[in-house]
């Protein structure tokens, strides 16, 4: 697996990452935990290095869950974890108070069994809180050797300049994959001068890149995409057509439409770091398999040009999650 790094103090992580939550949170039923202790550690195996989970992802339990499958491996990975709703779960605001930033970053070394954060994001904005102080609490547990690196999420340009003036800044993550590209023209520049990694989520579309999803394709009662107007059936239908246009291309590259998206998701910077998810174990191998699809500027022009014309309908979060969504 090729390596990439995030920030200018050297964060050293594989070129895609593995994205936690799904294992147990978001996307219908949690896996057999056993299953997920082996998936998560078969990636490591294949080379993987960044993990990303967070506090509410559960809540809680997806903490627990990959620090009971990294402990053994621990001093071979990278964990990231994330700070910032009040009690761990997001239908009850944003708490970035520093006494709570505080409690979260204890409470999460337990249970990631681990004596240290690698990576400390900031999940969203809250805007009751200078991002000063935030970035003061966060560079308070850097020095006391509890965290490594601080990153933020869902971050406007501004607030990244912000923070970063306290405490430089590792990473920023925020949705970007061919179906959602604002990060390129709201926050690309920043990253770039200031010398910030940059961590998609959602790089496969919540799935839709797969191919895999339709306007026909059932989801479980207690998946959020149910929620989402992007994955509403008219939507999913009229999206179809970035699909078909990324069909022919992966093809000729011997790539899968996974594979494509996450390629030239590595393609667009050399400081750019998936996070991927899945639950199975042929999913994880396919997702890798990205790193060796190598797309020439040729193939950039030609997904450039296949995708110009076409309008992406439904908005990425329903209305009460955009508004957390710093601007």
Not at 20 to 49: N, W
Not at 57 to 82: C, H, Q, S, W
Not at 135 to 159: D, M, P, R, W
Not at 240 to 258: C, N, S, V, Y
Request: proline letters at 5%; a positive charge; one cysteine or more.
């Amino acid at each position: 697996m090729h390596k990439r790094i995030l920030g200018k103090n050297g964060l050293e992580v594989s070129a895609i990452g593995f994205g936690c939550m799904g294992l147990s949170f978001a996307y219908g039923p949690a896996i057999d935990r056993r299953e997920a202790i082996k998936l998560l550690r078969a990636a490591v195996e294949r080379g993987v290095t960044l993990f990303d989970t967070a506090e509410c992802y559960g809540p809680f339990v997806n903490e627990e869950l990959v620090g009971e499958a990294l402990a053994p491996m621990r001093d071979r990975v990278v964990i990231a974890t994330k700070f910032g709703f009040r009690n761990g779960d997001t239908r009850l605001g944003t708490d970035s108070r520093p006494e709570n930033i505080r409690a979260v970053a204890d409470a999460s070394l337990k249970r990631l069994k681990t004596d240290r954060i690698d990576l400390f994001y900031q999940h969203r904005v809250d805007k009751t809180v200078p991002i000063e102080d935030v970035a003061g609490t966060v560079k308070a547990l850097i020095a006391a050797g509890k965290v490594k690196h601080f990153g933020l999420s869902e971050a406007s340009a501004q607030t990244i300049r912000r923070a970063h003036a306290v405490q430089p800044v590792t990473a920023v993550q925020s949705e970007y994959s061919l179906w959602w590209r604002e990060p390129e023209t709201k926050i690309f520049a920043t990253l770039e001068e200031l010398g910030v990694g940059f961590v998609p989520f959602s790089p496969l579309g919540r799935g839709f890149l797969t191919g895999a999803i339709d306007d026909k394709t059932p989801f479980a009662a207690n998946d959020f995409r149910n929620g989402t107007p992007r994955f509403t059936p008219q939507a999913l239908k009229a999206n179809q057509a970035l699909i078909d246009a990324l069909e022919g291309i992966a093809r000729r590259k011997g790539a899968t439409k996974a594979q494509l998206a996450l390629a030239w998701l590595i393609a667009q910077k050399p400081w750019i770091a998936p996070i991927p998810g899945t639950t199975k174990l042929h999913r994880l191998e396919e997702n890798l398999g990205a790193a060796a699809v190598s797309l020439t500027a040729a193939d950039l022009g030609e997904i450039e040009a296949a995708l110009a014309g076409i309008a992406v309908e439904g908005d990425r979060y329903p209305a009460s999650s955009q508004a957390m969504v710093d601007k």
